[in-house]
T-cell receptor
C-alpha cells in the first residue's frame, strides 16, 4: 500500500511569516498534486507537478517535486490570513488513482 | 456551471438505518469517485467508477455499495449504518485524460448515532 506522510500536521503562524509543508513517501508517483480545502468545502486543486525536480510557482506559493518523484514540498512566502486552510498532497498511482496525505492544517493569524 | 453536486449536505442516522448519498457532475467526466474524510486521515477512497457501467473497490469499501446510474450520476449506499461510518463524504469526478485532476463536491456530513 502506498502511503504519503505530511508534516507538520498543524501549523499556526503570524501573518508575514514563511512556512514549508512536506509530503514524503517511500513510493514513486507518476505525478503529485496539491489541494487546498476550506471549512465546509471540498478540496480544490492548486498545482500538479509531474517531472522529478520540477518547481512551480503560484504567486507566493512554491511547489517542488523531489528528483526521485517520492516527495514534494510546498513553501509559502509572507503568509496571509487568506492562506488559512487544510493543505493536502496527493500522489497519482500507477492506476491513476489518488493517494492522499493526511493533510496540514494551517492557521495564519493577523 | 455547478460542477459536482452532492446531496444531502447533512444527515443524522441511527445505527442500522440505510441511506443513499447522491452525486451528479455536469462536466461530462468519465471517472467518478467516493471518498471519506476523517480527522487526521486525509481522504480515503471508498469506490470509484472509471467509466459509465464500471465500478471498483477502493481502499475502504466495506459497508458501502455504489451505483453508476449514468455518466452524470454516481451514488453511494449505506445498507446498515454503523457509528464507524460517521464521517464527511466527498464525491469527485475527473476527465482521466487530463492527468487525473479531480473536482470535488462540497461534501455530505454524516453522523451515525
Amino acid at each position: 500500500t502506498q502511503l504519503l506522510e505530511q508534516s507538520p500536521q498543524f501549523l499556526s503562524i503570524q501573518e508575514g511569516e514563511n512556512l514549508t509543508v512536506y509530503c514524503n513517501s517511500s513510493s514513486v508517483f507518476s505525478s503529485l498534486q496539491w489541494y487546498r480545502q476550506e471549512p465546509g468545502e471540498g478540496p480544490v486543486l492548486l498545482v500538479t507537478v509531474v517531472t522529478g525536480g520540477e518547481v512551480k510557482k503560484l504567486k507566493r506559493l512554491t511547489f517542488q517535486f523531489g528528483d526521485a518523484r517520492k516527495d514534494s514540498s510546498l513553501h509559502i512566502t509572507a503568509a496571509q490570513p487568506g492562506d488559512t486552510g487544510l493543505y493536502l498532497c496527493a500522489g497519482v498511482d500507477s492506476s491513476y488513482k489518488l493517494i492522499f496525505g493526511s493533510g496540514t492544517r494551517l492557521l495564519v493569524r493577523p | 456551471n455547478a460542477g459536482v453536486t452532492q446531496t444531502p449536505k447533512f444527515q443524522v442516522l441511527k445505527t442500522g438505518q440505510s441511506m443513499t448519498l447522491q452525486c451528479a457532475q455536469d462536466m461530462n467526466h468519465n471517472s467518478m469517485y467516493w471518498y471519506r474524510q476523517d480527522p487526521g486521515m486525509g481522504l480515503r477512497l471508498i469506490y470509484y467508477s472509471a467509466s459509465e457501467g464500471t465500478t471498483d473497490k477502493g481502499e475502504v469499501p466495506n459497508g458501502y455499495n455504489v451505483s453508476r446510474l449514468n455518466k452524470r450520476e454516481f451514488s453511494l449506499r449505506l445498507e446498515s449504518a454503523a457509528p464507524s461510518q460517521t464521517s464527511v463524504y466527498f464525491c469527485a469526478s475527473s476527465d482521466s485524460g487530463r492527468g487525473n485532476i479531480q473536482y470535488f463536491g462540497a461534501g455530505t456530513r454524516l453522523s451515525v448515532l
